[in-house]
């Protein structure tokens, strides 16, 4: 999927001279936590979140006094640190340096800049100009979406249902491999064999979960010390009806 298919397109912003107390009200009232700051051209100046709020005289949060040290040798840090904790303008407060995305990037891309630099936005942008915010929020609702959707309707054979779970076991670095056996009868899955650590256990049994045509899983599945062969859990059937 693309930004595109999923951003907000339609989005509350604010101007880079509104007031400090503006935009919290629109943050407020629209239940955000980030506002982009578009300049009057369209074009992104800026983004103000919670985050630039946080250290302010008003909450007793600003950050202790600098040592003469730090004064003397980094007088222009400490002067915009100064700005930015005491200004009462949004262009005065706002982050500057925004990470963004344009409209046309995958998902994958979006999602790896967000957590690279710990974000939970990404202004979308395309020739200069703000045409979408792309928010963790969004990305959850999609997904929702996703989940909702009920496993194809067409029958589902047992062969196959077989060839699907073995085929993602296969895919997966971590699954102990040839060691899951799967048997299919009627949709109902039994997973037997042995594994090494038991969080393995709880994936193999997701894996076998959201394959269409599963009606219930069986697990049968013993827990091995690898080192010395020792059976350290035995097999616990559950029999988990989707």
Known sequence: MRVADVMTPNIVSVTPQATLSQAIDTM???????????????????????????RRPELGTEKAGASWFSAL?????????????HGRRV?????????????????????????QHGIKRLPVVENGRVVGLLSRADLVRT??????????????????IKAAIEAELQAQPWAP??????????????????????NQRKAIRIIAENTPGVQSVRDNISWIEPMTGMV???????????
């Not at 997904?143 to 909702?148: D, I, S, T, V």
């Not at 491999?177 to 038991?198: K, P, Q, W, Y």
């Open 28 to 54: 407020v009232q629209a239940h955000i936590s980030g506002l982009p700051v578009i300049a009057e051209d369209g074009r992104l100046a800026g983004i103000l979140s919670e985050g630039d709020l946080l």
């Open 73 to 85: 040798f980094k007088a222009g840090h400490l002067a915009q640190a100064y700005a930015q904790t």
């Open 91 to 115: 262009d005065e407060v706002m982050t500057r340096d925004v990470v963004v995305i344009a409209p046309n990037e995958r998902l994958e891309e979006a999602v790896l800049l967000m957590e």
């Open 143 to 160: 997904l929702a979406e996703f989940l909702r959707q009920p496993y194809e309707e067409q029958p589902i054979g047992d062969k196959d």
């Open 177 to 198: 491999a040839g060691a899951i056996r799967v048997e299919v009868l009627n949709g109902r899955v039994e997973l037997s064999g042995a594994i090494t650590d038991e």
């Open 232 to 242: 350290l859990s035995s097999p616990e059937v559950r029999d988990e009806t989707n």
